[in-house]
């Protein structure tokens, strides 16, 4: 099994329990060893944009923010790097997107987690790219396509 280490450091009834998140985890990570190691920090508003502001110049909050861990070659780790979820954004967009918090939950933690695999959306072929396994992934979940309007509650 994958291990995750939670830190809460906003209290909130919007946010999952930790076996939800291990489950999305466990999904994303389907392909990879079971050893895989990482953090999932959930903070407030206040964290979070003091984060993108210094790691990404942005100034504001954002949904989630994935930081992944490069080891050198003479260090042996199954770390793959921390997520930083913010709860109150994440609970703001699904109330205006129409969705249902958890599965905008599962789809930003496995967003997260691809992007600690190396997956990035800057470019549209990168991003097509990215976006097809989040919708694969989410399937296994049984949760709809993330992206297609017609899915919103």
Not at 23 to 35: F, I, N, S
Request: hydrophobic share 40%.
């Amino acid at each position: 099994m994958n291990s995750i280490e939670i830190q809460q450091e906003t209290m909130s009834d919007a946010v999952p329990d930790s076996g939800q998140l291990q489950t999305w985890v466990d999904a994303a990570l389907k392909e990879y060893p079971d050893d895989t190691e990482l953090v999932i920090r959930i903070v407030d508003k206040l964290e979070i944009s003091q984060l993108n502001e210094h790691y990404r110049a942005k100034s504001g909050p954002t949904n989630i923010l994935s930081f992944p861990f490069d080891a050198p070659d003479y260090i042996e780790s199954n770390l793959l790097g921390d997520l930083v979820v913010c709860a109150p954004v994440l609970a703001e967009e699904a109330l205006e997107q129409n969705k249902v918090l958890e599965h905008h939950w599962a789809h930003i933690i496995v967003h997260g987690v691809l992007h600690l695999l190396g997956y990035d959306h800057v470019e549209d072929n990168e991003a097509e790219l990215m976006e097809a396994k989040e919708i694969e992934i989410l399937a296994q979940l049984n949760i709809d396509n993330p992206y297609n309007e017609a899915n919103e509650v």
